[in-house]
C-alpha cells in the first residue's frame, strides 16, 4: 500500500540539498491536498459567504446602463464607474483555474532603478543594454527600452488627439516625459539607433540622475511581425503615461481591445500588450477624472489591470504619473528582483541588511529580469517573485502585495532576500569563443558540481528528496516528462531507475501526454525534467498531474523557477547558467542527477547492493573521463570538415545508447541545421536500411555493454550495403567493430553502463559545434529557436 499522505501534506514544504560548502534551496513547495484540483487562488466560495458581484472588465457596450456598483480596489472616487463586465466570485473561480495553466512565449525583461545614488543618463543606457544582451541567448527578434527625457522636454507643444482626444498641447503632468526607443534586429541595431535619436534630441547623455527608472526588453514575436511598432515597450498613447514591457501572452486581449477602442482608445501595433498601457491609462482617468486629482495608487492602477487579464505573463510598469517608480507583477512567467544596498551613494560599495529592503532613504540600486544572468554582475542579493505578486518599489523602499480575485484589496506579503550562488564568469565566454562550446568544456566542473556533497560512504543523499523516498518506493510507477534534450535524458536513466528500484518506468513527451489525456494514477510518481523550468508543455504536465493526485518530483538547472515551486519535491542538478540555445552541460548532469535519484531510490534492495556499491564508487572518477573525452576536439573539427558538405546524418544507438543517438542527432539537427535523425538500432531492418549507400554517413554507438554483440551485427549490415561508417567504440575496440580500414573510429573510455551516456554524448556535441563554426551558422543562437520554450 502507498504511504497515506496526511494534513500536513498540504502545508507549504522546503526542501533543500546539501553539498560541501553550501546549501542550495530548492524552493517553498506548496503541496496541495491530492483530492482536489490545482488552486484557484483563493477565488473558492468559504462557507457561509454568498455570491457577490465585483467590477471585472470593461463595458463592451458603452451605451448599455449597468446598476451602479463600485470598484473593489478604491471605492471611494470610483463609484461612477459603470462596470463594463460583471463576474460572479465562482466565474472569477474558472477564469483563475484558466489563467494557471496558460504560459507565454520567450522575451526578455530588464528594468534598473538608481534611488539616491548619482548616475548619468549614458551609464543608465549602458545597463539597460547589458541587461539585454545577458538576455541574448534566449532568443528574440527585436527589442527596445524607455528612459526619461529631461524635464520640460520636448521644447514646443504637440499636437494630439488620441484616446479620447485629452493629449494636445503639452502633457498633463510636470515630471519628465519618457522616451520609448525600439528596433527590429539585433540589440547593436538599438543600441545604434538610440545614440542616433538621442544625437537628434540633443539630450544630454552626461546628465546627472539621482533618481530614475528604466525599463527594456528583447521580444519574441507571438502576435504581429518584427518590426518596431510591434516590439516593446508599449504605450498607453502620444504621451506614454503607461509604459509596459511584457513576457507572455495575454489570451483575452482581442476582447480588451474592442472594448478599449469602444471607448475612444486607438491602436498602433498588433500586438496582445498594447492593451496593458492603455487599460491602465483608463482606469487612472477613471479614478483621476472623479475626484479631480490624483488620489488613486499605482499599485492600485496595476492590481486591477491584473484583474483583466487572462494568460500568462511578467509585467513592468513605468509612468510619469508616477515618476521614479516602478511596480512589477506577474502570473507564470518568471520574473526576478535583484537589490543592491549601497554604503557609500558615490561608490561601488555595498552591503546587504533585509532590514534595507524597506527602508526609505537609503542609496540602492534595483533590477528586475526575467533571468538570473542578468542581474548577477551587479548584485547576488535577489528575490524571486511569486505568482500574482506585486512588488512595487517607491521612494527607494519595496513593497509587495499578493493579488487575490477572492478578496477585494491585495493583502501585504514580507519576503526575504536570497543570496545567489552564481559567480560573473559563469556569463562571460573567457578564452571560448562560443557560450556552447564553453559548456561542452566546463563538463568536468559542472558534474562534480552536480555530485558535491550528495556522495557519502558508499550512499547518495539528496536532501530534496529524503522526505519522499518511501513513498516514491511505493509508487505503482514512476513518469519521466519532459521534451527535447531533457526527454533524451531521462530515456537514458530510464534502464537504470527500473533496474535498482523495482518500479515500471515509462517515459512521456508532455506535448503528447496532454495531447491524448494519458492515464495517471494517485499512486504514481510524475518527475519532471527540465533544464530551465520554465518549459510550457512541462509545466502544463506538472498542473495534469497535480490534479489527478500523483506524487510531482522535479529535476532541474533553475533556483526559483515555476517547476521548483510547484513540484512537491525535488532535486537542483546545480550545473551552472547555461546559456547557448543547445543543452550540453545540463544534459550530462540531469543524466547524473537521475542516476543518484535511482541509486538513493534502490538503497533498500538487498539484490542490487554490489552494482549500487560499484557505481557510487565510480561517480567521482566521472569528471576525469569526461576531461579525457574532450581531448578528442581537434579529431571531432576533423570529422567535421569532412561532412561539411552532407545534407543528412543517422545515429543508430541502442540500450542506454538509444538516448545518446536521440541527443547526439538532435545537436547537430540544432546548431549545424543538417537533417539528422538518432534510430534504434534494433528498428534498423525495419524501414531505416533503405535509406543506406556509400554517401549517407551513419553514426553507430557501440560501446562495451549488454548491447555489444549487438552492435557489432548491425555494423556487419551497414558495411554490407557500403555505408559510410562512423563508429563509436571502447578504447580498445576499434579492431571489433570496424570491419575495414574505410570505417572511421571514435574510440571513448569506458565506464560504468549506466554512465556511458555521459561520456559517448560528448564526441556528439564537439562534431556538432564544428560542424556548425565551418558551414558559418550562429552556434549559441541558432535559427528560430529559443533557449527556453515558454510557448505551446
Known sequence: MRQKRTENDSMWEKWTDDWLSHRVSYGHVRREALTTKASTRGSEKRAGETESLHVLVLNPNPSRSFPSLSFSLFPSHCRSISPLLLETKQESKNKSEKRSIDRGKMCGIFAYLNYNVTRERRYILEVLFKGLRRLEYRGYDSAGIAIDSDRGWPPAPVAGGENGGKETGRPAYDSPFPL??????????????????????????????????????????????????????????????????????????????????????????????????????????????????????????????????????????????????????????????????????????????????????????????????????????????????????????????????????????????????????????????????????????????????????????????????????????????????????????????????????????????????????????????????????????????????????????????????????????????????????????????????????????????SKREAIINSLPDLPNKVSEVLKLDNEMKDLAESLIEVQSLLVFGRGYNYATALEGALKVKEVALTHSEGMLAGEMKHGPLALVDETLPIIVIATRDACFSKQQSVIQQLHARKGRLIVMCSNGDASSVCPSESCRVIEVPQVADCLQPVINIVPLQLLAYHLTVLRGYDVDQPRNLAKSVTTQ
Not at 495575454?250 to 496593458?276: A, C, M, P, Q
Not at 512567467?333 to 560599495?349: Q, W
Not at 550512499?459 to 527535447?484: A, E, N, P, Q, Y
Open 180 to 609: 520609448i526607443f525600439r528596433q527590429e534586429g539585433k540589440i547593436e541595431s538599438l543600441v545604434g539607433s538610440v545614440f542616433s535619436e538621442v544625437d537628434a534630441m540633443d539630450l544630454n547623455l552626461e546628465k546627472p540622475f539621482s533618481v530614475h527608472a528604466g525599463i527594456a526588453h528583447t521580444r519574441w514575436a507571438t502576435h504581429g511581425v518584427p518590426s518596431p511598432r510591434n516590439s516593446h515597450p508599449q504605450s498607453s498613447g502620444p504621451w506614454n503615461e503607461f509604459v509596459v514591457v511584457h513576457n507572455g501572452i495575454i489570451t483575452n486581449y482581442e476582447v480588451l481591445k474592442e472594448t478599449l477602442i469602444r471607448h475612444g482608445f486607438t491602436f498602433e501595433s498588433e500586438t496582445d500588450t498594447e492593451v496593458i498601457p492603455k487599460f491602465a491609462k483608463f482606469v487612472f482617468d477613471k479614478a483621476h477624472d472623479e475626484e479631480g486629482e490624483q488620489t488613486v495608487t499605482f499599485a492600485q492602477v496595476v492590481t486591477e489591470v491584473m484583474r483583466q487579464l487572462e494568460g500568462a505573463y511578467s509585467l513592468i510598469f513605468k509612468s510619469p504619473r508616477y515618476p521614479n517608480e516602478l511596480i512589477a507583477c506577474k502570473r507564470g512567467s518568471t520574473l526576478i528582483l535583484g537589490v543592491k544596498e549601497l554604503t557609500d551613494a558615490n561608490s561601488g560599495t555595498f552591503s546587504h541588511d533585509d532590514k534595507t529592503f524597506t527602508t526609505i532613504g537609503k542609496p540602492k540600486e534595483f533590477f528586475f529580469s526575467s533571468d538570473l544572468c542578468a542581474i548577477v554582475e551587479h548584485t547576488k542579493n535577489y528575490l524571486a517573485i511569486e505568482d500574482d505578486e506585486v512588488v512595487h518599489i517607491k521612494d527607494g523602499c519595496v513593497s509587495i502585495l499578493k493579488f487575490d480575485y477572492g478578496k477585494e484589496k491585495p493583502a501585504s506579503v514580507q519576503r526575504a532576500l536570497s543570496v545567489l550562488e552564481m559567480e560573473v564568469e559563469q556569463i562571460k565566454k573567457g578564452n571560448y569563443d562560443h557560450f556552447m562550446q564553453k559548456e561542452i568544456h566546463e563538463q568536468p566542473h559542472s558534474l562534480t558540481t552536480t555530485m558535491r556533497g550528495r556522495l557519502r560512504a558508499n550512499d547518495v543523499v539528496l536532501g530534496g528528496l529524503k522526505d519522499h523516498l518511501k513513498t516514491i518506493r511505493h509508487s505503482r510507477r514512476i513518469i519521466f516528462i519532459g521534451c527535447g534534450t531533457s526527454y533524451n535524458a531521462a530515456l537514458a536513466a530510464r534502464p537504470f531507475m527500473e533496474e535498482l528500484s523495482g518500479i515500471p518506468v515509462t517515459l512521456e513527451l508532455a506535448s503528447d501526454l496532454l495531447d491524448r489525456q494519458g492515464v495517471m494514477y494517485r499512486e504514481d510518481t510524475a518527475v519532471f525534467v527540465s533544464q530551465s523550468g520554465e518549459t510550457a508543455d512541462t509545466l502544463l504536465a506538472l498542473e495534469y498531474a497535480l490534479e489527478h493526485g500523483a506524487l510531482c518530483v522535479g529535476i532541474t538547472n533553475t533556483v526559483g523557477s515555476t517547476l521548483a515551486r510547484k513540484t512537491h519535491c525535488g532535486v537542483h542538478i546545480n550545473a551552472g547558467c547555461e546559456i547557448g540555445v543547445a543543452s550540453t552541460k545540463a544534459y550530462t548532469s540531469q543524466i547524473v542527477v537521475m542516476v543518484m535519484m535511482a541509486l538513493a531510490i534502490g538503497a533498500d534492495k538487498i539484490s542490487t547492493q
